[in-house]
T-cell receptor, first 113, second 110 residues
Framework: DGGITQSPKYLFRKEGQNVTLSCEQN?????MYWYRQDPGQGLRLIYY???????QKGDIAEGYSVSREKKESFPLTVTSAQKNPTAFYLC????????????FGPGTRLTVL | KQEVTQIPAALSVPEGENLVLNCSFT??????LQWFRQDPGKGLTSLLL?????REQTSGRLNASLDKSSGRSTLYIAASQPGDSATYLC?????????FGAGTTVTVRA
């Protein structure tokens, strides 16, 4: 089955810790995205990548980092510099940026203890 | 900066009634507009994609219209069912990104 997988489904972080969220796709899409969703708000773009070894900041990149070493994978690290990281994180991909039609993974809910 | 608004924030209807969900945006220079469905605690499912050159798009009981000049899109769901209960999100495509509205949460009462 083609699709986007995210792991873990739930993640708990202590203050001061870095955590990494996984996103993998087997759709052969060039572009990948990370969004953050807070209750009652629309999704906000954190980072996006158009091709391997390239990525760009979105609207709320502070306190986050990404890498794109493989076409299929786009992991997101939430660093200790992110002051309010508790949120629902969604990964998406599209055949190309432009923007094309985006397809989403099931999400990771991060809670800071 | 593109601003996307969805009104109302929540809607409750009896089963069988047609649903009308509204989306407005401030910058009419868009590439496309996408409607998504989100169930509680889940990811987004793409429902319809309308390119900027199109006026509407249909899939089964769903129909979405786009009026770029007035900055509006409407999603119609015919003959609603309890299974249609979810949050519906509108997203507008500009350049490299999608700008999302906050969504309309729909409850269809059996």
């Amino acid at each position: 089955d083609g699709g986007i997988t995210q792991s873990p489904k739930y993640l708990f972080r202590k203050e001061g810790q870095n955590v990494t969220l996984s996103c993998e796709q087997n759709l052969n899409h060039d572009a990948m995205y990370w969004y953050r969703q807070d209750p009652g708000q629309g999704l906000r773009l954190i980072y996006y990548s158009q091709i391997v070894n390239d990525f760009q900041k979105g609207d709320i990149a502070e306190g986050y980092s990404v890498s794109r070493e493989k076409k299929e994978s786009f992991p997101l690290t939430v660093t200790s510099a992110q002051k309010n990281p508790t949120a629902f994180y969604l990964c998406a991909s599209s055949i190309q940026t432009g923007p094309g039609e985006q397809f989403f993974g099931p999400g990771t809910r991060l809670t800071v203890l | 900066k593109q601003e996307v608004t969805q009104i109302p924030a929540a809607l409750s209807v009896p089963e069988g009634e047609n649903l009308v969900l509204n989306c407005s945006f401030t910058d009419s220079a868009i590439y496309n507009l996408q409607w998504f469905r989100q169930d509680p605690g889940k990811g987004l499912t793409s429902l319809l994609l309308i390119q900027s050159s199109q006026r509407e798009q249909t899939s089964g009981r769903l129909n979405a219209s786009l009026d770029k000049s007035s900055g509006r899109s409407t999603l119609y769901i015919a003959a609603s069912q309890p299974g249609d209960s979810a949050t519906y999100l509108c997203a507008v495509g500009n350049d490299y990104k999608l700008s999302f509205g906050a969504g309309t949460t729909v409850t269809v009462r059996a």
